[in-house]
């Protein structure tokens, strides 16, 4: 389910320049006289009048962090109103900007933590591998929301072989860190960490099971701002133990979660062009 806000321009060019090319919205359908833009889960519609001209209200784009509103500050310095600032009532570091016709264009992020908006192209875009953790708790409530979602993660013949165990015991997550250096270390910075396993007598293609799981754990959970990072060869007789998971169940990753403490640039990607063969 989605929605639309038209709006009426008298200046559809300078209103389609200012909002693509200089605030960075893209283009989700053109009509011709009428475009429909798109930030997030914002779609934003300008349609050509002579008589009409829209500017009541206020527009307002919001970004996960206070850095990222820096940069549209940054980007957008000329033409704001004021320095980015606290708005400690309603909770939120802003700065604001008029468009060409005076439309006031609020950039935000919320001081507070929200409930989950992410569309999927951003939630694929965004995800990092989080290594770093804030010191505050991942409520029951959260996670269960995130098993929720999990529950449909696909499998070999629906046999749904894979599973999770929830690891809070300290001593526990402090003998993870430690096996594998520097890479199992993130555990030990997460005010948790999470086991995904799968049972072979549930499935022959219980390895695929897992590993589809995990990653379906991993984009759920950054869907709910949480981070994680997948933690690789702990598929172990030494942490089976510590687990109490069978030696021929497997694990395919145990991945520390939490709220990231900061995220980390975007590293950089090959062209698809590089990666893709057709034959």
């Known amino acids: 389910m989605a929605g639309i806000v038209f709006l ?44 009409i001209v829209d500017t009541h209200g206020h527009i307002t784009l919001f970004y996960r962090t206070r850095e990222l509103v820096d940069e549209m500050h940054k980007k957008l310095k000329d033409l704001a109103i004021s320095e980015p600032v606290e708005d400690n009532k309603l909770r939120v570091y802003y700065f604001s900007v008029k468009d060409p016709e005076g439309r006031v264009v609020f950039f935000q992020t919320f001081l507070d933590r929200v409930e989950e908006y992410l569309l999927g192209d951003e939630l694929l875009l965004t995800r990092r591998s989080i290594r770093y953790f804030r010191d505050e708790d991942v409520s029951d409530e959260v996670l269960w929301k995130i098993f929720e979602i999990c529950r449909f993660s696909p499998t070999s013949k629906n046999s749904q072989s894979y599973y999770f165990i929830v690891i809070r015991d300290r001593k526990i997550l402090d003998f993870l860190a430690s096996l594998r250096g520097s890479s199992s270390a993130p555990i030990g910075r997460a005010p948790l960490a999470v086991a995904i396993c799968s049972d072979p007598s549930k499935s022959r293609r219980h390895v695929q099971d897992a590993c589809i799981a995990a990653y379906h754990f991993i984009l759920t959970a950054w869907f709910f701002g949480l981070g994680t990072c997948w933690i690789a060869a702990m598929d172990r007789d030494d942490v089976k133990e510590m687990l109490g998971i069978p030696k021929d169940h497997y694990i395919a990753t145990i991945t520390p979660l939490g709220y990231p403490e900061y995220l980390p640039s975007p590293p950089p990607r090959r062209p698809a062009r590089e990666m893709v063969r057709f034959i």
Do not use: P
């Open 8 to 51: 009426g321009t008298k200046d559809f060019s300078a209103v389609r320049e200012f909002y693509v090319d200089i605030v960075g919205m893209s283009v989700w359908r053109d009509f011709g006289d009428c475009i429909v833009l798109r930030h997030g889960n914002l779609f934003l519609g300008f349609c050509s009048s002579d008589s």
